[in-house]
C-alpha cells in the first residue's frame, strides 16, 4: 500500500518561496509520475505540474505556475517536491501530491494536503 504524506504548506508572504515534500512510504515511488494538484476554497482542483517516472524524468506545468514552480523527484529518498517561489495571493490552495502511473494517467495514490496559503 503506497502512502503518501504532503509537508512544507504554510502561510507566506506574496513573493516568497515555499518548498513542498510528498514523502512515501509502502512502495517505492521509482516507476511512478509524481503530480502536485491544488485546490482553491470553491474551486475544482487542477493539476499544476508533474515528473515522470523512471529514468525520464521528463516534467510539466500549466502556464500560470511556469517559471516560478519547479517540480522535482529523489528517488533515493523516496520523496517528491515543488519548489514554489514568486508567490502570489492566487496560489493559495490546498496542494496535494499523487502517484500516477504516468503523468496525465490515472492516479494511484493521493496524500492528504496541505495547506499554503499566500498573504500581506
Known amino acids: 500500500q503506497l502512502q503518501l504524506v504532503e509537508s512544507g504548506g504554510g502561510l507566506v508572504q506574496p513573493g516568497e518561496s515555499l518548498r513542498l515534500s510528498c514523502a512515501a512510504s509502502g512502495l517505492t515511488l521509482d516507476y511512478y509520475a509524481i503530480g502536485w494538484f491544488r485546490q482553491a476554497s470553491g474551486k475544482e482542483r487542477e493539476g499544476i505540474s508533474c515528473?515522470?517516472?523512471?529514468?525520464?524524468?521528463?516534467?510539466n506545468y500549466i502556464d500560470s505556475v511556469k517559471g516560478r514552480f519547479t517540480i522535482s523527484r529523489d528517488n533515493a529518498k523516496n520523496t517528491g517536491y515543488l519548489q514554489m517561489n514568486s508567490l502570489k495571493p492566487e496560489d493559495t490552495a490546498v496542494y496535494y501530491c499523487?502517484?500516477?502511473?504516468?503523468?496525465?494517467?490515472?492516479?494511484?495514490?493521493w496524500g492528504q494536503g496541505t495547506q499554503v496559503t499566500v498573504s500581506s
Open positions: 499523487a502517484a500516477l502511473y504516468y503523468c496525465s494517467g490515472p492516479v494511484h495514490s
Open positions: 515528473i515522470s517516472g523512471g529514468s525520464s524524468g521528463s516534467t
